[in-house]
């Protein structure tokens, strides 16, 4: 590949960046099915809540500004999930 060629290839988007903090909550569906609520650094300021059965299957995510507003976030989420009954909450 010559110079022009090269830099007229279009390169890779870089992966962005999940890195888990800390998982806020596990709970079993009426299904079986495992609902994990986790809070992730990303390639943005701050972190980010993100719920779901797995990272392909995300249900709900946002951006908080820090650690201590991502536990509340995720706290009020859980709380709406056993709201609608029929959900186990798992250790870990």
């Known amino acids: 590949m010559d110079q022009w060629e090269e830099r007229m290839t279009r390169r890779p988007e870089p992966e962005a960046r999940l ?3 800390e998982t806020a909550w596990r709970l079993r569906t009426p299904r079986g099915r ?3 609520c986790a809070i992730y650094r990303t390639d943005t300021p701050g972190v980010e809540v993100r719920a779901g059965f797995s990272e ?3 249900i ?3 951006r908080s500004a820090e650690i201590g ?3 509340d ?6 709380q709406a999930v056993i709201a609608k009954g029929g959900f186990t909450e ?3």
């Not at 976030?73 to 859980?78: D, Q």
């Open 90 to 92: 798992l250790a870990g």
């Open 69 to 71: 507003s991502a536990r």
């Open 56 to 58: 392909d299957d995300l």
């Open 19 to 21: 890195d888990l903090l």
């Open 34 to 36: 495992i609902l994990t």
């Open 73 to 78: 976030l995720a706290a009020e989420w859980k």
């Open 60 to 62: 709900r995510s946002q």
